[in-house]
């Protein structure tokens, strides 16, 4: 899957989040944080935001409050970007209007987004039919179950399908609205937002979803971020697992076990992901050969950083170079 361009300088694309009575409000929270703010201060046109509901209106929601919606699904059907948080009854048939609206939007050429459960309203609307698809790891089984067309992989964090992307659990729905943002703008502009979000500017969809993981205690947490940053200051030189382990102080099983708990990855992929993220400002602001840039972000050929960045991006080096490239 070639990455699309990024958006045009001169253009707002136009997001908006379907609002549901009785929803949780941390996934609408997300996107309001990344496409609802305005943020002057990246030089790009932002997004320009509408939350909608079926019914404008106050709605109720968990925790003993209500929000009001001022759009409704009209407004959704004309966005640019129509995402749809987690669905309040996983188990419950999605209205007819709804399944309307997103069919229209896609029909449009608009790009159709899901985080969590709101897979089960795009599933319902056949726009996950004979696609691969992710949700929550709850709800992969009845998702499978009720929309047997669809390929569910429960093991990742989020599924780019270019026109369609789906996302599994609350705080994975960041990981593909940061993804978005860096298809939309460029990885500068995603990392940005990252920072001030205190996230993780990139992690590979692919990467696993936390199954009943345990809370790492306080004192591991600092010891595994303290041979991560040990990892980002030597990129560029051989990394081992026994290297990363001894800067966390810790014997290398201790540490794969505690590092596992804590990102959901393993320490060598981890550290190829960051790889990868290092090599795309290179991708986008030189014209070194792409030898070059794999040595300077710590491949021992192109050949393997051909390879990973395949697997991480969905594309070769060069085309996203071609892509992304910004002119001297």
Partial sequence: MLIPSPASRGARRTVSVIAFDGMAPFELGCVVEIFGIARPELDVPWYE?????????????VGGFTMRAEHGLDVAAGADTVIVPAVPDVRGQVSPELLATLG?????????VSI???????????????????THWRYAGLLQR???????????LYVDGDDVLTSAGSA???????????KDHGPAVANSVARRLVIPPHREGGQAQFVQAPVTPVEDDDAVAAAMAWALGRLAEPITVAAMAGAAHMSQRT????????????????VISQRIAASLALL??????????????????????????ARAMRTSPSAYRRTFRTPA
């Fill in 49 to 61: 935001l509408t939350v909608c509901a079926e019914r404008p209106g106050d709605l109720r929601i």
């Fill in 104 to 112: 229209a939007a896609r029909a449009r050429g608009a790009r159709i």
């Fill in 116 to 134: 969590c459960s709101g897979a089960f309203a795009l599933a319902a609307a056949g726009l996950l039919d004979e696609r691969e698809a992710t």
């Fill in 146 to 156: 009720r929309f047997p067309r669809v390929r569910v992989n429960p093991d990742v």
């Fill in 172 to 182: 994975a729905g960041l990981d593909l609205l940061i993804h978005l943002v860096r």
């Fill in 255 to 270: 540490f794969i076990r505690h590092f596992n708990r804590q990102t959901g990855t393993s320490p060598l992929r981890w």
């Fill in 284 to 309: 986008e602001s030189s014209a070194a050969p792409i030898e070059e840039i794999a040595a300077a972000v710590g491949f021992d050929s192109a050949v393997t950083f051909r390879h990973h960045f």
